[in-house]
């Protein structure tokens, strides 16, 4: 008698647990079609410096010919191989730049994600501030994308 309720305890453990996999997976999958993304690819450009004559603040920047890409930005580069600047291709790609106001800090800007969400463009990244320091510095941070990728952008930035 004991062996019998013993494996029908058993057999309703397992049904039960399937059942709750089912579930599990059905709402996940009902989620994923609510928010769908899809990541886009990118590359982060080395090697440029903000120029002095950009006025001092938050700029969010998505920058499709060379022509505006120079009124914000310079080549710094150093000797060797890894010292080149990141080529840019402006006629198959665009640039989105984050430039933060100067700062005395150890500052880095840091991309979060590029996405597709629906129609639109997403790009989110981080501003961390760190130690103080002697100097001033102007960061930024400039990704290399398809032009394809580079229609109407929404920045969302974030400090820490």
């Known amino acids: 008698m004991n062996r019998i309720f013993f494996l029908i305890l058993i ?10 996999s ?17 990541e886009i690819p990118y590359t982060i ?22 022509e505006e890409f120079e ?11 890894r010292g080149k600047a990141t080529e840019i291709d402006f006629s198959l790609q665009s640039v989105l730049a984050i430039i933060v106001p100067e700062s005395q800090h150890v500052t880095t800007i840091d991309s979060k994600e590029l996405v597709k969400e629906g ?10 501030r760190g130690k103080e ?11 290399i994308v398809d032009k394809e ?7 969302y930035g974030e400090e820490i």
Request: glycine fraction near 4%; include cysteine.
């Open 11 to 20: 057999a309703i453990f397992f049904a039960a647990c399937s059942n709750t």
């Open 22 to 38: 089912y579930q599990k997976a059905e709402s996940a999958s009902g989620v994923k079609n609510e928010t769908s993304k899809t």
């Open 45 to 66: 450009a080395e090697r440029y410096f903000v120029r002095n004559t950009v006025n001092d603040k938050l700029f969010e920047l998505k920058i499709d010919s060379a």
């Open 71 to 81: 009124k914000y930005l310079g080549i710094g580069t150093i000797m060797g191989e």
């Open 119 to 128: 129609d639109q463009i997403v790009f989110r990244y981080i501003v961390k």
């Open 133 to 143: 320091q002697s100097f001033k510095v102007r960061p930024v941070l400039l990704i």
């Open 149 to 155: 990728y580079s229609k109407d952008v929404k920045f």
